[in-house]
């Protein structure tokens, strides 16, 4: 099998773009990944493109056809949904592709418009990714369902809502000079702490923004890149997948997400690593409490260990192993079907050395987790420097 190489990525600024459309998003990411890869269009096989409520929010089905004309692409073109792992997803299978000799080179990313549909509306689509006969005609939503995991952490393991606030901080330090993050605003763990309780114990900045945007990677064979003499020295070494039970009550665990584990465990496998050989990782943060459970998946930490390991500096900027130098999900912003390729994007930039926040990369391995719903649904994706 022949390795995979990012050519090139691409990013709009994230956040409210009430006078664009999914397709104009898409077009725009797409174009940037086109220029920064300098592969042709025409030699791009397929596009494999992450959505997960354009029905509701732009009442628009079928959209593989439709982003593969917004890409200027005449290819075969599949729309992949699994929540905010959509795009994950659809990484995944284009990774797959170049492998095994479909494909030389592929095009894959994803959007969401959301903001058009208000915080009520946003909420109301987001719920559908929960069970929806057992949980969301129960009145379950996000933010309450990620409440009940940090409870039961809590519970279980300890930790505190200081504890939570300092990942808030921190990921919003890491978005100040990330040009496409929409919130560019440090916080103070005190801002945190006094803002308005959303689902107790989650206050208002311990969320992810409801978020418009678009991501694309070009991916392409080693042999592709050589032939063409690309300067494409990131590539994607390990891919992984997790499933868990749907509803939260039909889980063995509320503190551990076992799916993201046995997606990261694949990975590593895959790429030939362990999880002591990342230097910084890119993980799913919906809520603070998601970036604690995707550190002891990805067996950063033992269970219980990492809760406080913002507040003790060891993922911060300076730490030994950063976490969501992009700002993550909570600052840099969350167009679900465009997230799972957007972490791919910024690690590319992050280990390439062009993204504003790469001097603090002490290596050259990283790592990507995505996942859906509660975690139902996971992705993890190695990457390294290979010149």
Not at 8 to 28: I, S
Not at 42 to 67: C, K, R, S, T, W
Not at 260 to 270: F, K, L, M, T, V
């Amino acid at each position: 099998m022949t390795g995979v190489r990012v050519a090139g990525v691409g990013l709009t600024h994230f956040g409210q773009h009430p006078e664009r459309t999914g397709r104009d998003l898409f077009a725009d990411a797409s174009e940037r990944a086109f220029a920064d890869a300098g592969v042709p269009r025409e030699d791009v096989a397929q596009l494999n493109y992450g959505n997960f409520m354009g029905e509701i929010g732009e009442h628009q089905g079928h959209q593989g056809p439709l982003m593969a004309e917004a890409a200027g692409l005449n290819a075969p073109a599949t729309r992949y949904e699994s929540a905010c792992a959509s795009s994950g997803v659809a990484l995944r299978e284009a990774v797959k592709d170049v492998r095994n000799g479909e494909a030389d080179a592929v095009l894959v990313g994803g959007a969401e418009r959301m903001t058009n549909l208000g915080t009520a509306g946003t909420t109301e689509a987001l719920a559908i990714a929960a069970d929806d006969l057992y949980e969301v005609r129960a009145g379950m939503t996000f933010p309450a369902a990620y409440a009940l995991m940090a409870r039961a952490y809590f519970d279980r393991y300890g930790g505190s809502r200081e504890d939570l606030a300092a990942i808030a901080v921190k990921n919003h330090d890491n978005a100040l000079d990330n040009e496409f993050a929409q919130f560019q605003k440090a916080i103070t763990v005190e801002d945190a702490l006094d803002a308005p309780m959303i689902a107790d114990p989650l206050g208002l900045y311990d969320a992810c923004p409801i978020t418009d945007g678009a991501s694309a990677a070009v991916l392409v064979s080693d042999e592709y890149a050589e032939e063409h003499g690309l300067d494409a020295p990131v590539s994607i070494t390990g891919t992984g997948q997790g499933g868990d039970k749907m509803a939260l009550q039909d889980r063995r665990y509320l503190a551990r997400t076992p799916a993201a584990e046995r997606a990261a465990e694949e990975a590593y496998a895959d790429a030939g690593i362990g999880p002591r050989d990342v230097a910084v990782a890119e993980v799913h943060d919906c809520f603070t409490i998601a970036e604690v459970l995707a550190l002891e998946a990805l067996d950063f930490y033992a269970p219980g260990e990492g809760v406080g390991a913002a507040a003790r500096g060891e993922t911060t900027r300076d730490g030994d192993r950063p976490v969501n130098l992009s700002g993550g999900l909570k600052a840099k912003g969350h167009p679900v079907g465009a997230t799972g390729t957007s972490q791919v994007v910024e690690m590319t930039r992050l280990l390439r050395g062009d993204h504003p926040n790469s001097d603090a990369v002490p290596g050259d391995v990283g790592v990507t987790h995505n996942a859906g719903g509660t975690v139902a649904s996971t992705t993890v994706h190695v990457l390294e420097v290979e010149e």
